[in-house]
């Protein structure tokens, strides 16, 4: 009785509050919209004006333009940060999954066709940048589904509340100025100056900064257009790979057989040694022949599930890759869809990870190593090439088999 009653009053002071807070909250948007139109004027002006951006653009771009309250990571004006959203109780997940045949093989089918249907100009892409076309056709599959994934957000809103008010606000305020620029230069009409959530414009998903520094016009018209021209994507992409360090005529990688006297603790961009030590060691390609390259090329050894899964001896051009994702599976699946495109077979090894344990077993394990003085990179529950190496190593010196990657009962031995 007592117990229905509290319930009773709960459930009414519940309603009063809600009913209090709606209005507040109307108020509070208000005035952070009133705030936002002040920040245009007082911040973003200023430092626009001096990249040369003109007053009409700016008028032009900001014209109705208020916040986007349905976007991630916001920090209105007034509240506290909210510590990032990490499920860690959910399951980790297989790092097989991020390649699993049903995301590959729909990009394998739609990309040999405009690999075949924009062939020359490839060809000059490749000629001009030493960038394969499949691995430029690669990045367009990935990132945009070859341009025809929907690019919902205006990118002067989603940049400008991301600068007023996002976790990251100080990376975005340059940003916002860098897409003022783009305006100013007139390659996109800003009706089609589309942007993800993230403020990563176009068809090859480049932050303005980076539009800037290595967008190109390909296509001859005089406007750098990454929404709408093929070729000014296409020759984009290569060029921030060229000017990323893509040697010309380097494979990215092969899948490998690294024979078990080669620790797993051996991989990763740290440890690169020249092609003539690893076939000395017994690596060789997945069918047994000898990995390409010369002699003194380096090579690194990369094994995304340690040895619950296919190895791969990458050369430096996978970790130009990875400058366009910081992910290693990320640059595997660009690799990996690259080859495809060029009509190679599938991944032969097996991704024989195991379940039964969650990110936060794994971010568990990673402070534990960090005490014993190991260097997992971050204990932050991903198991990125650093946290392999280092349960490599911990598995060695306590006279284990070293597999280098996470399972329940490994998480709960290492201490
Ligand atoms: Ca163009």
């Known amino acids: 009785m007592l117990a229905a009653l509290r319930t009773a009053v709960l459930l009414l002071l519940a309603v009063a509050l809600s009913a209090l807070a709606a209005p507040a909250l109307a108020q509070s948007k208000a005035a952070a919209e009133t705030a936002f139109r002040d920040w245009l004027q007082t911040t ?16 032009a771009a900001f014209a109705g333009v208020t916040l986007d309250w349905t976007l991630p990571d916001l920090v209105p004006p007034g509240t506290t940060p909210k510590p990032p959203q ?9 790092p097989g999954r991020y390649l699993s045949e049903d995301k590959i093989a729909p990009l394998v089918k739609g990309g040999r066709a405009l690999v075949r249907e924009w062939g020359k100009t490839l060809a000059a892409i490749e000629a001009r940048y ?9 990045i367009w599959g990935r990132e945009s589904a070859y341009g025809r994934a929907a690019i919902p957000k205006n990118a002067i809103q989603t940049l400008a509340t991301k600068g007023f008010m996002a976790t990251r606000r100080d990376m975005f305020l340059p940003e916002l100025v860098a897409a003022l620029e783009i305006l100013e230069g007139d390659h996109i009409p800003l009706s089609e100056m589309k942007s993800s959530v993230a403020g990563a ?16 016009d390909f296509d001859g018209d005089g406007r750098r257009d990454i929404w709408r021209s093929v070729p000014d994507t296409l020759a984009s992409i290569a060029n921030y790979l060229k000017a990323h360090g893509w040697k010309a ?12 006297a080669v620790t797993c603790a051996l991989e990763g961009p740290e440890q690169g040694h020249p092609l003539a030590d690893w076939t000395k060691a017994g690596v060789t390609r997945i069918d047994g022949a000898a990995p390409p390259g010369k002699a003194g090329d380096t090579r690194f050894l990369m094994m995304p599930a340690g040895r619950l899964g ?37 991944i032969r090894g097996a991704w024989g990870t195991k379940a039964g344990f969650s990110r936060g077993d794994v971010r568990a394990m990673q402070q534990r190593l960090e005490k014993l003085g190991y260097d997992v990179g971050g204990a932050d529950g991903l198991v990125g090439f650093k946290t392999r190496t280092a349960i490599g190593a911990w598995q060695a010196k ?5 597999t280098c990657f996470p399972d329940a009962g490994l998480i709960k031995t290492i201490r």
């Open 249 to 260: 005529g380097d494979a990215w990688g092969v899948e490998a057989v690294v024979p078990a």
């Open 201 to 216: 414009l176009g068809q090859p998903q480049f932050l303005p900064s980076k539009y800037l520094a290595y967008a190109v």
């Open 130 to 138: 030493g960038v394969p076309k499949e691995i430029v056709v690669a």
């Open 398 to 402: 306590n006279g284990l088999p070293a």
């Open 44 to 59: 973003v002006w200023p430092l626009a004006q001096k990249k040369g951006v003109s007053q009409a653009t700016f008028q």
């Open 86 to 94: 990490v499920q860690w109780q959910a399951e980790f997940q297989s």
């Open 310 to 346: 296919p190895a791969f001896l990458v050369s430096q051009n996978f970790y130009v890759l990875k400058t366009y994702n910081e992910s290693d599976l990320y640059a595997l699946f660009v690799g990996h869809l690259a080859d495809r495109l060029a009509a190679d077979g599938r």
